[in-house]
């Protein structure tokens, strides 16, 4: 039978506004929920020109709402909607004609708050103050007591007013409904880089890494991989929300550690050695697992692509300096690595998914891009299909897409082995040539000289 779905309205934060929806349905299917929402409205949430935090979406039940609230780095809180207008005085009568007898019988007995949420304006307490008078016709106020500090409901007043506007500008909308459920950005907090042990030039910010262990649905159970390790940021987030996690890489300073500090240290810092597997040395390009069968639940990394750390693989040059190995550094020898060029990280990484995800297993993974991004350059893999696809601008000339893939079809060695170039994507790619993207330089003309005036 089909479930009744009750319509709230969803508060996000006021950044990365691209990941709002795909992390709020990779939640809702981990839960095995069901979510509806207004396609156009949703394409606001990530528009540059109309962008808006505020999304009306139908839950069939609180516990979902509260299960999604209790991970979610996006959602600020979510709103039993009461009533939506562009104007105060029609969000009263809205509600006085739809929920006065609720407004009545609710608050008998109890404590409740009102706070006023502006998204384009801020407002000084006083003003906060004139914005709840507008409702002060609503039979709310009859029932109960105000309290600001301990309360049984809090209600909010949400103001749409849009980005570039001026202090006159009116509202475009207002929402008004009690509090379901704050998100968990307090998170986000705890793995603040500035009290991690060890760090890197590429640790992950913990908002993007905790945003991106929702996408890969880290849970109680689930055993989670990253190729890439560095210093195992994705394994800090994986494992605060239960998973069991494990991590490789080619750089034995990772590995092992530096100066005292180490993965093993930030998973011992955490408190998560209990779902700490190891961290194991591997070149990516050529791993070493035996694939009897699929064992993995989750893939989550942040492949090296050239700009800072180029990726390495194991392989000879083509004119190597070569030195006889002392025979008391022989079983200790690291063999000789070359270029990993980004187009064939990426087509590895998905092979190596294809073949070691569970059906249904997740790969996710930040994929460099720059403005002349087409969706030609996405990896493609017969057995993966794509879920998310999230855009991080970091300065005019590049940014990545944090990449959501799902585990659809079983791979088949006699067809998944060879395939053509339209089956594995990345056609003429930017992100092959992303170092000179991002510091190419036009050149100057040499007869010419950045001194020269017209003045004599």
Known sequence: PHRKMK??????????????????????????????????????????????????VRFPSETLIKNICSRSMTIYGIYELWGVSDTYEGLVKQMICDKEEEMRTM???????????????SYSRQEQLDVMSKLKDLPLWEQGSVSMKEYDYLFGVLE?????????????????GPLISYGHREAIYRYNLRSRQFLGT????????????????ARPGSLIYDPFVGTGSFLVSCAHFGAMTMGADLDIRTTQGTGGASVLGNMRQY???????????????????????????SIICDPPYGIRAGARKIGKREKPKWRPIPADLNAAHFPQCVQYDVPDV??????FAAKSLVMGGRLVYWLPTTPEYKDSDLPLHPCLRLVGNSLQ????????????MVKVLEYDDKIHNSLAPEDEGQLTAAHGSLRSAVYWRPRRDPTSSPLASDTP
């Open 202 to 217: 590429t640790s992950m910010d913990p908002e993007l890494s905790l945003i991106a262990a929702n996408m890969a649905q």
């Open 393 to 404: 601008t970091l300065t005019l000339r590049w940014g990545r897409r944090l990449i959501t």
């Open 346 to 351: 990426m087509r590895d990484l998905l092979t």
């Open 107 to 121: 608050l008998i007995g109890k404590k409740w708050k009102m706070a006023v949420e502006a998204f384009g304006r």
């Open 160 to 176: 749409d007013i849009g980005v570039r506007k001026s202090a006159t500008d009116p509202i475009k909308r207002v929402y008004f």
């Open 7 to 56: 319509e709230y309205i969803c508060h996000f934060a006021q950044s990365h506004p691209s990941f709002r929806l795909p992390e709020l349905l990779s939640l809702v299917e981990l839960y095995g929920g069901e979510a509806e929402y207004d396609e156009e409205e949703a394409l606001a949430l990530a528009s540059k020109d109309d962008e808006t935090p505020f999304l009306r």
């Open 271 to 297: 408190e998560f050695m209990d779902q700490f597997v190891d961290i194991l040395l591997i070149d990516a390009s050529r791993p070493p697992w035996r694939m009897a069968r699929p064992f993995l639940d």
